[in-house]
């Protein structure tokens, strides 16, 4: 990706601290536990670490510490509770930001809605969020609760970005929820073009990020190759194929793959 590859000078994600503001942990109890066993493909150069990038972006969006520190607060219970989602919601929000700079969209909005568009699995229990195989109905409806949850702990604070998120997964084949999340708001016709926009740029950024998890939908459990990545990104997005073979020509997608590395 143009922007991930050098960042050399940015500085280290600090830890969260409590923020009164939104204490998710007293709303949301059951966070307790933490898990990890999820495993991503590597496409961002490593020797820059996610956090980093993301502490840079903070500052290159002139995004206010108070804003900054809002955010961190409502990513905090996922962080602790399962970090490859955690860090999934990082490269997704770094990477809607990098495709609403090609394509001169609203950076600070897409970045927001990347970063925070999973916080509502903070919710869900530890061994759904690792699971990659022997997925069930059940399953499939306790995962799709992670957006009304999401939109719920954004809405009084990031209200646009919460109206955003609400529709990032109603772009897919079977999309969800089937029952529409009332928009916050009563945005104007402008408003809710830019909203719909956001969420397919966030899905399809969503959808890259998740197509590098290494799991039993794809391939017998096998890594899958950049090709064979960009290949059923482009089956899965077939509306935004343009878009798709734009953002490769540009190397904001890559078909790279760092052999060596996982992300976690």
């Not at 900054?68 to 930001?97: D, N």
Request: charged residues 20%; proline residues 6%; aromatic residues 8%.
């Amino acid at each position: 990706m143009s922007s991930f590859s050098s960042q050399p000078g940015a500085p280290r994600l600090p830890q969260t601290p409590h923020n009164p503001l939104s204490d998710v942990s007293s709303a949301f109890p059951r966070l307790a536990g933490s898990g990890g066993q999820q495993r991503y493909s590597c496409y961002i150069d490593p020797s820059v670490s996610v956090e980093d990038r993301v502490a840079a972006t903070f500052a290159e969006l002139l995004i206010h510490p108070d804003r900054e520190q809002l955010i961190r607060s409502f990513l905090a219970p996922l962080r602790a509770k399962h970090a490859p989602t955690y860090q999934h919601c990082l490269r997704v929000g770094l990477l809607a930001r990098e495709i609403a700079s090609h394509e001169k969209l609203d950076q600070k909005a897409l970045f927001f809605a990347g970063i925070m568009h999973d916080c509502g699995k903070a919710l869900c229990p530890v061994g759904l969020l690792d699971k990659t195989d022997c997925w069930t109905s059940d399953d499939s409806h306790t995962m799709e609760q992670h957006v009304p949850h999401g939109h719920l702990l954004l809405a009084g604070k990031f209200d646009f970005t919460a109206d955003v998120i609400a529709l990032h997964h109603s772009f897919q084949e079977h999309p969800y929820p089937q029952i529409p999340i009332p928009r916050l708001h009563s945005y104007g016709r402008d408003t809710v073009e830019k909203i719909e926009r956001c969420a397919r740029i966030l899905a399809l950024a969503d959808s890259f990020d998740a197509l590098h998890r290494i799991n039993c939908r794809h391939n017998g459990g096998a890594e899958l190759s950049g090709d064979q990545i960009a290949e059923l990104l482009v089956a899965s997005n077939q509306d935004e194929q343009a878009l798709i073979e734009r953002l490769y020509a540009s190397n904001v997608f890559t078909r790279a793959i760092f052999p060596s590395s996982k992300m976690h």
